[in-house]
């Protein structure tokens, strides 16, 4: 069985959607870390998957730069762990 590798990090977000990186996984759990703004989390096209302050969301994609996250106003700090 290969050995699994967990990468973390964070990024800051702001009310245009961006990329949270450029990782290839297989899973990655994305978490809004506290604060006022509401997080939309989703693909290069539209963000529709809400995220509360504190709330979290695990996604299969082969890299992470396939989620992209924004907020509803200001800007959030998203926190990840990348999963292969």
Do not use: H, W
């Not at 989703?42 to 302050?53: C, E, I, P, W």
């Amino acid at each position: 069985m290969p050995a699994r590798v967990f990468v973390c990090s964070s990024v800051l977000v702001s009310t245009n959607a961006s990329a949270l990186g450029s990782l290839e996984c297989n899973l990655v759990q994305i978490q809004a870390a506290s604060g006022a703004s509401i997080c939309f989390v989703g693909d290069a096209t539209n963000q529709l998957f809400r995220l509360a302050s504190g709330a979290s969301v695990a996604i299969y994609v082969s890299n992470v730069s396939a989620i992209y996250a924004k907020t509803s106003a200001g800007s959030m700090t998203i926190n990840f762990i990348a999963m292969t």
